[in-house]
């Protein structure tokens, strides 16, 4: 069982910037898949970001896209997430998630429920 354990959430203004990082534990977290999501209160999940076991492809929605991005430590066993350029309507819960193995199609890196293992979460509130 993978557990996943975010940080670096907080309160920062607009415009700012914050690095997240999802820490798993009792794998081989070179054998997995890692995405963000983020859910904003009365809002549905949205996809955040992925990236691949190896590191080698990355994907992002596209309200991030140009101001986030994921890498991954495997030697560390911790994902991140890079959030420059911050807006208020970044304000969200933000998740991290596993999957062990590589989606073959790519529609599943978009989607929460394709990844076995989720974190609890960790908030990030941009205030303008």
């Known amino acids: 069982q993978v557990r996943l354990v975010e940080s670096g959430g907080g309160l920062v203004q607009a415009g700012g910037s914050l690095r997240l990082s999802c820490a798993a534990s009792?794998?081989?977290?070179?054998?997995?898949?890692m995405g963000w999501f983020r859910q904003a209160p009365g809002k549905e999940r949205e996809f955040v970001a992925a990236i691949s076991r190896t590191g080698l492809k990355t994907y992002y929605g596209d309200s991030v896209k140009g101001r986030f991005t994921i890498s991954k430590d495997n030697a560390k066993n911790t994902v991140y997430l890079q959030m420059n350029s911050l807006e208020p309507e970044d304000t969200a819960v933000y998740y991290c998630a596993a999957h062990i193995r590589t989606f073959y199609r790519e529609t599943d890196y978009y989607r929460f429920e394709s990844y076995d293992n989720r974190g609890q979460g960790t908030p990030v509130t941009v205030s303008s």
């Open positions: 009792g794998v081989t977290f070179s054998s997995y898949t």
